[in-house]
């Protein structure tokens, strides 16, 4: 190996490592059959799941804690990670969902109160790899690559990559598995307004964030919490006035018990039964209710710089966006009295949905940020407003 | 709302501190949106060194001055019918208010485009804004607009700290500054009532020490408002953000911080009802539990340059299109052609912004940063970790011997002491450099240098990682110290080894860059912007190339003597090249201008000007094309041109040039030596090595002489000796021994730029100087065709330089300076390359100069590019160039003319007669005046 020459003169004293030389220690492994070494960090175990990568350069604690990522090791497309200590505001749930994290670099952040990203990624017992050149793996995924990954450790093995591009094949797959049930209240639990109420709502909990509980709170909704697989009479029983279907990991195309559910909760509402509002899975379960289809992206959106466009205002917001699948413009959507009411600008994705009656309404994206902007927010004004009246 | 038919488009006028070649950036795009969307674009600029005032890119150019008498006769012969007053920076916006000001506009039915008048009104009043965003709750620094001293300092006493007094309506912190103490406070508030043009002053609480924070905000007229870039400076409040290391995207703040502040700044350009491009500037308090509003420019600005740059989001033509009435999410992507222009950047690097300051050729300029911008020009470096983009920004910069090794041996470091390391690292052109030092030799941490500076630790703990990496260097393998972004030329110093040798080891080894592609979207979406950055990472797909490529090296940071000229001349050279059907590869690494905009060129390099990355962007162009790429260094200024020899070295072919011709002109002795065989007359002198032989060669030669080293860029260097005490000052200072004195001759000056095909020469046009030689050409009024000489002596000029290009074996253009008494020519100094002269004589010919001289330098004839050999005619106009000058600006610099140049821009006018000409280049330069600045 070519190497920096040594001469007497500029010869220093052996210090330790230098963190930007990196010794590769583990590695990533794609069921494609690509493999790419790197160093380990956080929690020295291996992971598998879903390669996704999220364009936000900022927001780790979030993301890490959003349930949407169960089952995913989250690509960081942003190269420098963990610069800022995370404080416990940033905490979307009350524990690490992600499988991972890919890194181009780790960084320790400077002293100070909060945890590091590293600290988290410990503590919650899951790797990080660093040093990957994160670019050239997002431009893998997006030019189609089969997402189901492996990262460990490479140790003595000398065909680590081999085994480890085998494991990822034998893997389950990301839609096989009923990730909602792992992350969703086992119980029902209140979560009162904050200030004054103005009306109560049920939130059916497929995998909440923090963020949108406390955008919803702050306006004045007092949220029952009901379990994923909730009946349609449990949430009947709670009296709201506004139903909340929460966003949430996984392939809503599998979930046909609460798919019938959302359906009886739907029907209800055009019949004049408490309004819906479906935010990104609930989207999705709203419009499988309907009989229209989901597919999974090509190249999901992950990150905080969509622009989507509200096709009744021409209002235009950036967002926050999340979400591996999408719901599927179609005429089952016609014949369900279904309008688009949201695309996104860039792919013309359906990012929302009106029910002609006016009482049930769904966006993909996350009017609540985090991370990300809020810029649409008022998707909640206008939910509650509608409960009111 | 219907479209204009005729737009009037205001430049910025002549390049000073604070408003450089971002503004022709702007324009330019601006021009081309406006035009391709069918709409006349009438230009008014008094600066002819400028894309803009072309007719290609302008439309109906008017070069003259920025006066509102001016502007108002334009108005009343072009007779637009709507104004574009935000491109042109703060004095463009000044001169549209003006104009609406004295119902110029409404009485010629001119309609203003985009931001309104009112909302420039609203962000420029600070009393008005400060109400504006109070109202809207977001928080400003506690002030009190005042009028006079009095109540200035009544204001101050109740406040009871440290303030900042900005005067209002002048451009780049004119005449403000920071006061500690009430007597401080005193002085201050009344030079800043002096200075602003309404008598108008904004006192402050200073926010000394909290970070700042810069979003680059578009809005259009359906309200649709995205932060196309947060950026984050590195110095934290107290420094000029043009004076300010600027890092982007934001790197240290947390995510919720980050959001509400984009919020805010969203907020007050909706409430402002800005249509256009804005920038937003906001200070956090270090905890990022706190922060302040400090100023919104309602128009593109430097920053949005370095933004647009620093994304690969076009700001400025999506601003013009904006103000057509174009809704931004009906507008195509600008970087991947599917989707809509309405989304965010998301980046999938780091930009490093350094400023580039002018005090190398003021030595005794005050060197201390305030809130008064000093620098005259930046650079921008892209990689995908900050410390290798802040590695190669310092390349970049071009500091002259300062790499990331350098340490000033005046500074003592060994025997400082702690306590005044306050005053060691207070803001100045030095500090990062310092900061380093001290990290190198141990003698601070960076805890400390973060406690005493105000920089976020997260800065200076990146510092400390890479003197931590420079330190285990040696003996480590180079590819690590390549990936941690250290320069070749650093390595060999660390290692002892000459430069050469580590490019050696890496073409050995195939230890090269990958070129990453400026898509925007940090790999989302398929993107084809032809915008690249080196990074030792791993390769990217490839882009198509078309043909045989041709590289036009740039010429970096605007300094002074080396300006906006020398991009121009980089931009109609690959505008030229791109004709020829050859792909036009531009490399450069300044986000200002025109050159560095993707859509200029068939690739562009965003790289430093050293040879390391030149030669690497060769390689990779004969790797991507399969030919070794024709290089160009004729229209980079000096900058490009310093890399011949190198080049050479490498076996590197220069277009219509070779390194042995640079070295005939720029060796002063056997320059002397090509004259004597030429015939020609050149000055009598000769070469002196130590104070004696100076001594005696004036003793030969008699007062006055003029003395210069070898390699001079802008008279860097040159001194005028008239008098035994001015020698005596010289020796004084330090000499780069040896120095070639002259004898000073007497006469007439003249500026004569030649085209040479090898066979044929032409020259297009000659500038005589008015002023006496001595004065360096580029600070003299100087005017085209020369008034003072018969035609006859002009075409003796003429001959002179075309034989030298003949003897010099050139194709392409070369630049000759001569002083003609009575018939005889003396030649001074010969340039085989471009020079600041080219756009002055394209403007005054209505020529490409560039597109002949360019082509030459590849092959063809000059029967071939359309000039007859010999002295062109007359043209019909007189061009009369003025300088213009920023030094007003930078305290303890002496603004007397001499061999220096001292002048950061110029104008120009252009009229049937001299006398015309020349009252017209005085009122635009009277118009850039210290003292009407701002109006």
Known sequence: MTAVPRTERTTPPATERPASFLFPDGLLALEGGSVRRGRLRGAAVPAEGDLIFTTAATGWGEILTDPSYAGQIVVLTHPMAGSYRISGDEMESSRVHARALVVTRLITPPAGPGRSLEEMLTEAGIPALEGIDTRALTLELRGGAARRAVIRGVAADADAGLKAVEEARSSATWESVDHVAGVSTPCPWVMPAIGERRARAVLVDYGVKGSLLRALATRGLELTVLPHDASADDVAAAEPELVILSPGPGDPARMASQIATVAQLATRAIGGGPRILGICLGHQLLALAAGARTQRLAVGHHGGNHAVLELSSGRVDIGAHNHEVTVLDGPELIAADYAVSHRDLNDGTVEGLAHASGRIASVQFHPEGAPGPIDAARVFDVALAGAIS | MTAPRRVLVIGSGPIVIGQAAEFDYAGVQACLALRGEGVETVLVNSNPATVMTDPDVGGTVVIGPLTVEHLTAVIEEHRPDALLPTLGGQTGLNLAVALDDAGVLERSGVRVLGTPLAAVRAAEDRGGFRALVTGIGEPVPE??????????????????????????????????????????????????????????????????????????????????????????????????????????????????????????????????????????????????????????????????????????????????????????????????????????????????????????????????????????????????????????????????????????????????????????????????????????????????????????????????????????????????????GFGDATVAEIAGVPPVAIRRARVRAGIAPAYRRVDTCAGEFPAETPYFYSSYADEEVAPLANGRSVIVVGSGPIRIGQGIEFDYCSVRAAWAIRAMGLDAVVINNNPETVSTDYDACSRLYFEPLDIESVLDVIDHERALTGEPPHVVLTFGGQTAIDLAKELAYADVPIAGLTAEAIELTEDRERFAGLLDELGIAGPRGQLAATPEELRAAIAEIGLPVIVRPSWVIGGRGIAVLRSDADVASLLATEIGWPLRVDEMVEGIELDVDAICDGVDWCVPGILEQLDAPGVHSGDSVAVLPPQRLSRHVQERAAAVAGRIALALGLRGILNVQMIVSGERVTVIEANPRASRTVPIVAKALGRDVVAAAVRCALGASLAEVGWQPGLAPDAALVAVKAPVGSLWRLPGVDAGLGPEMRSTGEVLGLAPSYPEASALALAAAAAHAPAAESG
Not at chain 2, 341 to 367: G, M, N, Q
Not at chain 2, 389 to 415: M, Q, T, Y
């Open chain 2, 143 to 484: 002030s009190a607009v005042v009028e006079t001293v009095e109540d200035g300092l009544r204001f101050v006493e109740h406040l009871g700290g440290p303030v900042v007094v900005r005067p209002a309506f002048t451009l780049g912190g004119g005449g403000g500054g920071f006061a500690a103490t009430l007597a401080e406070a005193r002085e201050r508030i009344a030079h800043g009532l002096k200075a602003s043009p309404i008598g108008q002053v904004l006192v402050e609480r200073s926010l000394l020490g909290w970070y700042e924070i810069e979003f680059e905000v578009l809005r259009d007229a359906a309200d649709t408002t995205i932060a196309i870039c947060g950026m984050e400076n590195l110095d934290p409040m107290g420094v000029h953000t043009g004076d300010s290391i600027v890092v982007a995207p934001i790197q240290t703040l947390p995510d919720p911080v980050v959001q509400r502040l984009r919020r805010c700044a969203l907020k007050i350009v909706r409430v402002l009802r800005l249509e256009g491009g804005c920038n937003v500037q906001l200070a956090v308090r270090p905890d990022g539990d706190d922060y302040r509003v400090i100023e919104v420019n309602p128009r593109v600005s430097r920053s949005s340059a370095l933004a647009s740059k620093a994304t690969g989001y076009p700001i400025a033509r999506v601003a013009a299109l904006v103000a057509l009435g174009k809704r931004l999410d009906e507008l195509p992507n600008p970087a991947t052609g599917i989707g809509s222009a309405a989304f965010e950047p998301a980046v999938d690097y780091v930009v490093v912004k350094l400023p580039r300051w002018p005090f190398d050729k003021f030595p005794a300029a005050d060197r201390s940063l305030g809130i008064q911008m000093k620098a005259t020009g930046e650079a921008m470096a892209i990689d995908r970790e900050f410390g290798p983009a802040l590695l190669k920004a310092i390349r970049s910069v071009e500091p002259r011997g300062r790499g990331w090794l350098w340490e000033d041996p005046a500074w003592g470091l060994s025997h400082r002491a702690q306590e005044d390391l306050d005053a060691f690292l207070a803001p100045s052109d030095t500090r990062l450099w310092r900061m380093v030092a001290l990290l190198r030799h141990g003698w601070a941490d960076a805890s400390a240098l973060s406690s005493i500076t105000g920089i976020a630790p997260w800065f200076t703990e990146r510092l400390a990682e890479l003197v931590e990496t420079e330190r285990g260097l040696v003996g480590r393998p180079l590819l690590d110290a390549k990936r941690a």
